[in-house]
């Protein structure tokens, strides 16, 4: 390759490092008006309830799926059941996207379950709110499953979370595709780090929001924790070489 070449794709490399590093900022930014939004959330409730007291839900500790001797007999659950605006389409789509992120398992459609968590139920309360401000009807139910129901119910919550454990597993073994095939051409540059950090980034904050709304424990899960450790790793692997190569240079 000719040095204008070079000097060329060094370029593209460069420019490539620095457009990844702005999105990743952009987003870093999103996350942190998202946590701050709900910390004032989060405040403005606790402050009602020390003025009024606890509204809604059972007592802190108490979990979907009772044991009586061998096994599950009853477990509890929040059913959200809604009318979402035909118009505009941006508001249904928010509204689903806001029952994914909670973690609730859509039964029918515009029918949803949620295990009956205190810390679930206020943030499912707030979605119904939001529904009927958009002008919609929405509908909060607490009922009771026996056995069969809630073990029918637990599985397709597993499978719903091994589903994206799947999607995060394939992007962890992309990563380190990347990884392996840039060490295999000695592409050990400082734009290649950018990158590759903003890809790990992103897998981490999603395997983090994946495990949250994991309430039964899929059986990937931890397959999910120790890959993302083997791309920490990798990564910092690859990070000493550049620097050690760099090191070098000068």
């Not at 370029?11 to 490539?16: F, K």
């Not at 979605?127 to 929405?138: D, K, N, P, S, V």
């Not at 990563?175 to 095939?181: D, N, P, S, V």
């Not at 050990?188 to 999603?206: C, M, P, Q, S, V």
Request: a negative charge; hydrophobic letters at 30%; charged letters at 40%.
């Amino acid at each position: 390759m000719s040095d204008g070449s070079q000097e060329r794709e060094r370029a593209r490399e460069q420019e490539r490092g620095q457009e990844r590093k702005r999105e990743l900022e952009l987003e870093r930014a999103a996350d942190r008006d998202e946590e701050q939004d709900e910390e004032q959330e989060q405040g403005g409730e606790q402050e009602r309830e020390h003025r009024h007291g606890p509204e809604h839900g059972p007592p802190p500790g108490r979990r979907p799926g009772r044991e009586r001797g061998e096994g599950v007999v009853e477990a509890r659950w929040l059913v959200l059941v809604y009318r979402a605006p035909v118009e505009p389409s941006t508001a249904r789509v928010r509204v689903w996207r806001k029952v994914r992120e909670l973690g609730g398992l859509y039964i029918q459609q515009a029918v949803s379950v949620f295990p009956a968590r205190p810390e679930i139920e206020r943030a499912v309360i707030r979605l119904a709110e939001e529904i009927r401000e958009m002008g919609a009807e929405a509908f909060l139910f607490r009922t009771v499953t026996e056995s069969r129901d809630a073990t029918e119910l637990v599985e397709r919550f597993r499978a719903q979370s091994d589903q994206e454990y799947r999607e995060i597993l394939e992007q962890c073994r992309g990563l380190l595709e990347e990884l392996a095939a840039e060490t295999a051409k000695g592409k050990f540059t400082f734009a290649e780090i950018e990158e590759n950090e903003g890809d790990l980034a992103y897998i981490d904050r999603w395997a983090e929001k994946a495990k949250a709304r994991d309430f039964f424990k899929g059986a990937l899960s931890d397959e999910v924790v120790r890959k993302v450790e083997e791309c920490r790793a990798r990564m910092e692997e690859f990070e000493r070489e550049v620097f050690r190569r760099h090191s070098h240079e000068h």
